[in-house]
């Protein structure tokens, strides 16, 4: 077809040429189209050949635009303006020729019904009111609100409740800690609505009084989840972007000035619903403001600030195409142009911004997938969470790899894809090769010969001869002990043996006694038994060290006067015998070690030094409880874990005892270290597939 032959279609009748906020140093122009209450933010250049736009052939066009704007236009430029115009439906049925391609673009471009259920349930709205005159007749009664002085107040009474919650921070986090529970997240679910509805309303407020006018209020759904929205779209007529920082900052400052009223008052009120109350609205309006309302990386408040300050419209959709460029010339250098033209350090700004929304949107949509598959049925929740991975992770990725496909001519005879192509291939070399088979883990090491020491039965200390530290010799006495009960007892045994003597001395003179000898003799006996039983246990009163070695862990309770149980340890005497080392190897790396595994053991005290030994045993059987607590997290050791109703140690996930012998010195204490086995190699790549094998297949059959 001849040049300028092309036909154009012609722009719907409804639309409006608005004059918009500037940008850059430049006056800004809008198409504002009423029936979806969309705004489209254009150049001068282009705005000034939508001026002359009209159905019919391109050539005619570019004729008249030349005429009237004393410039050259291209076919190109009328070109890409047109598919603006059909990809965002803003012009009548676009007529035959080669248009058609146009509208063909138009259609692939429209979402599909699987994509508008995929994103309906991931986020819809629902209007509920049309507040606007509310706020006019409203707006009177806050607009004292918005003076200077409220907020020198509001800054004032934020940081003195600051300050002073500081002072008490301890009681502040342990008041956060007792409403982790189901009452309090009621609380907090009340405190949200409440925080978010103010939020919502300063919106509405701020842009009424700056003459935007509020179209719908409502209930917009996130992955199920319900939120408050006000609709500003008007917003984007302002000419001045102070003014529509004031109205995206809104919320943002109302929640601020709540949390921090919120937190002054709780730092004077005294225990009670009240000042329960307010340290809800306090954490609450903190956490919303600043971990959700202010990140830039989700179309909340922050995003749009960051964009008005920015002054880049539409910036995602802008920093994304910006980021693709970049990618593909730092991986292949295609030699192609940048998406926009502007200078170096907005364009790194950009970049910037779409990597960090690339990384961010991956965790987030695999989170949307874990907790869409954890709230529906197993059969559901699986395809859910297939759709998610696929649709937003997935197709992306799909999606560029196509570009490049399209591309493989120009990017095989590219040099930068050489290198490329050798950093991908070493990259895979290090993933598919077994190049390490070192394990890590945390491990107690401890002396062999250790002798816990016990009391032999609940008594009263009398005398102490064990020092925490000091050198015993087997034998020694390390306490000294006093039964009264056993006492007691022994000299009701030894009247009872005189008597029974007493009545075998009188044995001749009396007949009965004459005719029960052999009664009385086996009495005799076995009182004689029992006092000599009583006599043994008597003797273990003195507790004796059983070994030689070194005092530790003695119980500062151990002092005269003092009473001790038989359940309780008063101390450890260690030998001076080899080390033993023990962990707990995970299911994943269980397989991996073998018995007489050569081993290496580093102390988390760096003034200690590493010792080297053998593996001489791993426990086959799971182990059902954490008998080294140094090592779960209960006491902040590595290993998750929890205490049950029997007040044992149960891992949540498996674990098998591996045990290490070393000839290494180490003090005469337990020392928490890290453990390092050498077991049979196995690549990262290996290890992340028999993981995910792992979870299908506990999932598959839960």
């Known amino acids: ?53 009209k159905a019919g052939p391109a050539g005619a066009l570019i004729d008249r635009a030349e005429a009237s704007l004393q410039r050259p236009v291209t076919e190109g430029e009328v070109m890409e303006i047109a598919k603006f115009l059909i990809v965002n439906q803003l012009t009548e049925e676009p007529p035959k020729g080669d248009a058609v391609s146009l509208a063909k673009q138009e259609q692939r471009l429209r979402r599909s019904l699987l994509s508008r259920i995929v994103h309906g349930y991931l986020f819809f709205r629902i209007p509920l009111v049309r507040p606007a005159r509310f706020f006019k007749a409203t707006l009177p009664l806050v607009d004292p609100l918005f003076s200077k002085a409220t907020l020198v107040v509001v800054l004032v009474l934020t940081a003195a409740g600051l300050y002073f919650a500081s002072r008490q921070w301890d009681a502040f986090v342990g008041d956060f800690l007792d409403l982790l529970s189901i009452e309090g997240a009621l ?23 700056l003459g935007v006018r509020v179209n719908t209020m409502g209930i917009a759904f996130m992955v199920m989840m319900p939120l408050l929205y006000t609709d500003v779209t008007d917003a984007w007529r302002l000419r001045s972007r102070r003014e529509k920082l004031a109205i995206d900052a809104a919320g943002i400052i109302v929640e601020l000035a709540i949390a921090g009223i919120a937190t002054l008052l709780w730092v004077f009120l005294p225990e009670g619903p009240m000042r329960t109350a307010v340290f809800v609205l306090a954490t609450t309006s903190w956490i ?13 408040d922050g995003y749009f600030l960051l964009a008005d300050a920015w002054q880049i419209p539409n910036l995602w959709p802008r920093s994304n195409a910006m980021a693709q460029w970049w990618l593909r010339e730092t991986l292949f250098s295609l030699g192609e142009a940048a998406p926009e033209a502007m200078p170096p350090r907005r364009r790194r ?54 570009q490049w496909w399209r591309m493989r001519k120009r990017i095989i005879g590219s040099r930068r ?123 273990k009163l003195i507790v004796r060290s059983p070994q030689s070695g070194v005092a530790r862990d003695v119980d500062w309770n151990l002092q005269p006067g003092q009473w001790i149980d038989q359940a309780t340890p008063i101390g450890r005497v260690i030998g001076s015998g080899a080390v033993e080392i023990q962990g707990y190897l995970g299911e994943d790396e269980f397989w991996r070690i073998s018995e007489g595994a050569d081993a290496t053991f580093v102390p988390e005290d760096p003034a200690l030094s590493m010792v080297s030994g053998q593996v001489f045993e791993v426990v086959q059987t799971g182990a059902r409880s954490i008998t080294l607590a140094y090592l779960s997290s209960v006491y ?34 337990a020392v928490r270290g890290t453990l390092r086995l050498s077991g049979q190699p196995e690549s990262f790549a290996a290890a992340i597939w028999r993981r995910v094998l792992q979870v299908l297949v506990r999932e598959s059959g839960a």
């Open 288 to 300: 919303m403001s600043l971990a959700v309302n202010l990140n830039p990386l989700m179309r909340f």
């Open 187 to 209: 609380y907090y679910g009340s405190a949200l609505v409440l925080v978010k509805a103010c939020h919502e309303l300063a919106h509405g407020y701020t842009a009424t009084r």
């Open 1 to 53: 077809m001849q040049q300028g032959a092309i036909e154009l279609p012609a722009l719907r009748q409804e639309l409006r040429l608005l004059p918009g906020p500037a940008g850059r140093g430049e006056p800004g122009r809008l198409i504002y189209d009423p029936i979806r209450h969309r705004y489209f933010q254009i150049s001068v250049s282009v705005f000034e050949l939508l001026k002359c736009w």
């Open 349 to 402: 700004l950009m970049i910037g911004f779409a990597i960090s929304v690339w990384v961010y949107r991956f965790f987030l949509f695999l989170g949307i997938a874990l907790l869409v598959y954890a709230m529906f049925f197993k059969l559901l929740g699986i395809v859910l969470f297939v759709i998610e991975i696929t649709w937003f992770i997935l197709l992306p990725v799909g999606r560029e790899f196509q």
């Open 636 to 669: 902040g050791g590595a290993i998750a874990s929890d205490r049950d109703a029997d007040n044992e140690i149960r891992p949540r996930s498996g674990r098998h005892l591996v045990r290490v012998r070393s000839d290494g010195e180490l003090p005469a204490r």
């Open 417 to 539: 894809s050489l290198v490329t192509a050798g950093v991908l291939v070493a990259v895979a070399t290090m993933l598919i090769i077994p190049w390490s088979g070192t394990i890590s883990l945390q491990a107690v090491a401890f002396s062999s010969q250790e002798a816990v020491i016990y009391g032999p039965r609940p008594a009263e200390v009398v005398a102490v001869g064990m020092i925490d530290g000091a050198e015993v010799d087997e034998g020694d006495m390390l306490v000294t002990l006093r039964a009264p009960d056993l006492a007691h007892e022994m000299a009701q045994t030894r009247k009872q043996i005189d008597l029974v003597r007493l009545r075998l001395d009188r044995i001749a003179g009396d007949v009965a006694d004459r005719s029960n000898r052999i009664v009385l003799e086996g009495e005799l006996s076995r009182h004689r038994t029992h006092l000599t039983g009583l006599e043994t246990e008597a003797s």
